[in-house]
Protein backbone atom coordinates (compact mmCIF):
# COMPACT_ATOMS: atom_id res chain seq x y z
CA UNK A 1 0.00 0.00 0.00
CA UNK A 2 2.70 2.45 1.42
CA UNK A 3 4.74 1.81 -2.40
CA UNK A 4 1.74 1.87 -4.16
CA UNK A 5 0.92 5.40 -2.85
CA UNK A 6 4.99 6.54 -3.88
CA UNK A 7 4.39 5.32 -7.04
CA UNK A 8 1.08 7.69 -7.52
CA UNK A 9 3.00 10.32 -5.49
CA UNK A 10 6.28 9.93 -8.11
CA UNK A 11 3.84 10.12 -11.08
CA UNK A 12 2.09 12.96 -10.27
CA UNK A 13 4.89 15.09 -9.67
CA UNK A 14 6.21 13.87 -13.23
CA UNK A 15 3.08 15.04 -14.64
CA UNK A 16 2.81 18.44 -13.23
CA UNK A 17 7.34 18.66 -13.80
CA UNK A 18 6.12 18.01 -17.47
CA UNK A 19 2.73 20.53 -17.51
CA UNK A 20 5.61 23.00 -16.36
CA UNK A 21 7.77 22.50 -19.00
CA UNK A 22 5.45 22.68 -21.35
CA UNK A 23 4.15 26.14 -20.40
CA UNK A 24 7.52 27.62 -20.15
CA UNK A 25 8.31 26.42 -23.46
CA UNK A 26 5.03 27.71 -24.91
CA UNK A 27 6.02 31.02 -23.25
CA UNK A 28 9.08 31.62 -24.23
CA UNK A 29 8.59 30.46 -28.27
CA UNK A 30 5.43 32.91 -27.08
CA UNK A 31 7.85 35.87 -26.34
CA UNK A 32 10.62 34.63 -28.59
CA UNK A 33 8.11 34.75 -31.90
CA UNK A 34 7.14 38.62 -31.09
CA UNK A 35 10.71 39.22 -31.53
CA UNK A 36 11.28 40.74 -34.85
CA UNK A 37 14.36 39.64 -36.57
CA UNK A 38 16.91 42.13 -37.60
CA UNK A 39 15.83 42.46 -41.08
CA UNK A 40 12.54 43.32 -40.72
CA UNK A 41 12.92 46.10 -37.64
CA UNK A 42 11.19 49.10 -39.10
CA UNK A 43 13.38 52.25 -38.59
CA UNK A 44 12.66 55.30 -39.43
CA UNK A 45 11.56 56.37 -42.75
CA UNK A 46 13.01 58.77 -45.09
CA UNK A 47 15.49 59.79 -42.44
CA UNK A 48 17.04 63.12 -42.65
CA UNK A 49 20.81 63.01 -41.00
CA UNK A 50 20.96 66.74 -41.57
CA UNK A 51 17.57 67.41 -39.87
CA UNK A 52 18.36 64.64 -37.20
CA UNK A 53 21.61 66.74 -36.94
CA UNK A 54 19.97 70.24 -36.75
CA UNK A 55 22.90 71.83 -35.42
CA UNK A 56 21.49 71.29 -32.02
CA UNK A 57 23.06 68.07 -28.99
CA UNK A 58 21.01 65.09 -28.41
CA UNK A 59 20.88 63.98 -24.72
CA UNK A 60 20.75 60.61 -23.40
CA UNK A 61 17.81 59.98 -21.33
CA UNK A 62 16.61 56.78 -20.88
CA UNK A 63 19.02 53.78 -21.89
CA UNK A 64 19.39 49.83 -20.63
CA UNK A 65 22.67 49.70 -20.46
CA UNK A 66 25.83 51.33 -21.85
CA UNK A 67 27.77 49.57 -25.07
CA UNK A 68 30.89 47.77 -23.32
CA UNK A 69 34.57 49.95 -24.17
CA UNK A 70 37.04 48.19 -24.51
CA UNK A 71 40.55 48.96 -23.10
CA UNK A 72 38.74 49.96 -19.86
CA UNK A 73 38.95 46.99 -16.76
CA UNK A 74 35.78 48.03 -15.12
CA UNK A 75 32.25 47.91 -17.32
CA UNK A 76 30.39 51.34 -17.76
CA UNK A 77 28.05 51.91 -14.61
CA UNK A 78 26.23 54.85 -16.02
CA UNK A 79 26.74 57.83 -18.58
CA UNK A 80 24.91 61.03 -19.06
CA UNK A 81 26.46 61.27 -22.36
CA UNK A 82 25.46 63.78 -25.48
CA UNK A 83 25.32 63.59 -29.14
CA UNK A 84 26.80 66.25 -31.34
CA UNK A 85 25.95 65.56 -35.22
CA UNK A 86 27.08 67.59 -38.03
CA UNK A 87 28.93 67.57 -41.20
CA UNK A 88 32.80 68.37 -42.12
CA UNK A 89 34.20 70.02 -44.82
CA UNK A 90 34.56 67.46 -46.85
CA UNK A 91 30.64 66.53 -46.61
CA UNK A 92 31.54 63.71 -44.13
CA UNK A 93 28.71 62.56 -41.68
CA UNK A 94 30.63 63.33 -38.20
CA UNK A 95 29.74 63.10 -34.60
CA UNK A 96 30.83 64.62 -31.44
CA UNK A 97 30.16 62.62 -27.95
CA UNK A 98 30.89 64.23 -24.71
CA UNK A 99 29.98 63.51 -21.32
CA UNK A 100 31.11 61.60 -17.80
CA UNK A 101 31.48 58.37 -17.76
CA UNK A 102 31.10 56.63 -14.53
CA UNK A 103 32.73 52.98 -13.53
CA UNK A 104 31.59 53.51 -9.95
CA UNK A 105 30.14 55.21 -7.38
CA UNK A 106 33.37 56.62 -6.59
CA UNK A 107 35.26 56.15 -10.15
CA UNK A 108 34.55 58.80 -13.36
CA UNK A 109 35.51 60.67 -15.89
CA UNK A 110 34.69 63.43 -18.58
CA UNK A 111 34.93 62.14 -21.99
CA UNK A 112 35.23 63.96 -25.45
CA UNK A 113 35.58 62.29 -28.50
CA UNK A 114 35.02 62.99 -32.06
CA UNK A 115 34.03 60.32 -35.08
CA UNK A 116 32.61 59.47 -38.35
CA UNK A 117 29.24 58.51 -39.10
CA UNK A 118 28.67 55.73 -41.18
CA UNK A 119 25.04 54.37 -42.76
CA UNK A 120 25.21 51.10 -43.35
CA UNK A 121 23.38 48.68 -45.62
CA UNK A 122 21.83 51.32 -47.92
CA UNK A 123 19.17 52.74 -44.72
CA UNK A 124 20.42 56.19 -44.02
CA UNK A 125 18.38 54.91 -40.93
CA UNK A 126 21.06 52.19 -40.12
CA UNK A 127 23.92 54.70 -38.21
CA UNK A 128 27.55 53.51 -37.16
CA UNK A 129 29.58 55.69 -35.29
CA UNK A 130 33.51 55.53 -35.75
CA UNK A 131 35.90 56.75 -32.99
CA UNK A 132 39.39 56.52 -32.22
CA UNK A 133 39.92 54.90 -28.67
CA UNK A 134 42.97 56.45 -27.08
CA UNK A 135 42.86 53.36 -24.52
CA UNK A 136 43.32 50.27 -27.04
CA UNK A 137 44.69 52.68 -30.27
CA UNK A 138 42.04 51.05 -32.34
CA UNK A 139 38.96 52.14 -34.19
CA UNK A 140 36.13 51.76 -31.88
CA UNK A 141 32.28 50.97 -33.12
CA UNK A 142 29.13 50.28 -32.11
CA UNK A 143 25.57 50.91 -33.85
CA UNK A 144 23.49 53.65 -33.83
CA UNK A 145 20.22 52.59 -35.42
CA UNK A 146 17.53 55.06 -35.57
CA UNK A 147 13.96 53.46 -35.02
CA UNK A 148 12.28 57.23 -35.02
CA UNK A 149 12.55 60.86 -34.24
CA UNK A 150 10.45 63.80 -34.59
CA UNK A 151 13.84 65.71 -35.30
CA UNK A 152 12.45 68.11 -32.41
CA UNK A 153 12.74 66.58 -29.19
CA UNK A 154 12.94 62.52 -29.30
CA UNK A 155 14.70 60.15 -31.31
CA UNK A 156 14.75 56.23 -30.06
CA UNK A 157 17.60 54.69 -30.75
CA UNK A 158 18.62 51.00 -30.98
CA UNK A 159 21.49 48.95 -31.30
CA UNK A 160 22.28 44.91 -31.96
CA UNK A 161 25.68 43.56 -31.48
CA UNK A 162 24.81 40.30 -31.71
CA UNK A 163 22.35 38.69 -34.12
CA UNK A 164 21.36 35.13 -33.09
CA UNK A 165 20.84 31.92 -35.80
CA UNK A 166 17.30 33.01 -36.00
CA UNK A 167 17.61 36.24 -37.02
CA UNK A 168 17.02 37.95 -33.89
CA UNK A 169 19.10 39.61 -31.79
CA UNK A 170 20.65 38.36 -28.43
CA UNK A 171 19.13 40.11 -25.54
CA UNK A 172 22.02 40.76 -23.49
CA UNK A 173 23.56 42.13 -26.56
CA UNK A 174 20.23 44.44 -27.42
CA UNK A 175 20.73 48.49 -26.98
CA UNK A 176 17.92 50.76 -26.49
CA UNK A 177 18.52 54.67 -25.99
CA UNK A 178 16.04 57.49 -25.90
CA UNK A 179 17.72 60.94 -26.97
CA UNK A 180 15.73 64.50 -26.58
CA UNK A 181 17.34 67.93 -27.07
CA UNK A 182 16.64 68.79 -23.63
CA UNK A 183 16.36 67.04 -20.15
CA UNK A 184 13.11 65.60 -20.16
CA UNK A 185 10.42 63.70 -22.38
CA UNK A 186 6.39 64.63 -22.32
CA UNK A 187 4.08 62.03 -21.64
CA UNK A 188 3.03 61.88 -25.39
CA UNK A 189 6.47 61.03 -26.11
CA UNK A 190 6.67 58.30 -23.76
CA UNK A 191 4.27 56.66 -24.84
CA UNK A 192 5.85 56.51 -28.02
CA UNK A 193 8.74 55.46 -26.50
CA UNK A 194 6.79 52.69 -25.16
CA UNK A 195 5.49 51.69 -28.72
CA UNK A 196 8.73 51.56 -30.23
CA UNK A 197 10.33 50.10 -27.39
CA UNK A 198 7.74 46.95 -27.74
CA UNK A 199 8.12 46.70 -31.16
CA UNK A 200 11.55 45.46 -30.43
CA UNK A 201 11.03 43.43 -27.52
CA UNK A 202 11.90 46.26 -25.01
CA UNK A 203 10.02 47.17 -21.58
CA UNK A 204 11.11 50.72 -21.65
CA UNK A 205 9.56 50.92 -17.72
CA UNK A 206 12.94 49.06 -16.68
CA UNK A 207 15.18 51.58 -18.40
CA UNK A 208 17.70 54.05 -16.25
CA UNK A 209 17.05 57.94 -16.43
CA UNK A 210 19.93 60.44 -16.75
CA UNK A 211 19.68 63.74 -15.45
CA UNK A 212 22.17 65.92 -16.99
CA UNK A 213 21.82 67.93 -13.80
CA UNK A 214 25.74 68.49 -14.05
CA UNK A 215 27.05 68.26 -17.10
CA UNK A 216 31.02 68.05 -17.96
CA UNK A 217 31.98 71.03 -19.05
CA UNK A 218 32.83 69.10 -22.76
CA UNK A 219 29.03 68.35 -22.75
CA UNK A 220 28.27 72.01 -22.23
CA UNK A 221 29.95 73.20 -24.84
CA UNK A 222 28.28 71.74 -27.11
CA UNK A 223 25.50 73.90 -29.11
CA UNK A 224 22.39 73.46 -26.92
Same mark, same amino acid.
Given at each position: ?? &???????MI??SV??? %????????? %??? &????????????FQ??????????????????????????????????????????????????????????????????????????????????? &?????????????????? %???????????????????????????????????????????????????????????????????????????????
Open positions: MV &QSQKSTTSWRLF %VLAVCFTRT %VCS &QSSTCPQISSIPSSFDFDRFAGELKWNVLLYNKIVPIEGLDMPVNKSDLSFLFSRNSNNTQTVTIAGRVRLAPTVAFCLELEGIVDSLSGNAAKL &QQNYFNPLTKKLFTFNFW %VLHTDYKNLAVVYACEKTMVDGTCNHSDTYLWTLSRGTSHTPAEMKTIKDVGSSVCMDVTHLRHVSHKSPCAAAERLHS
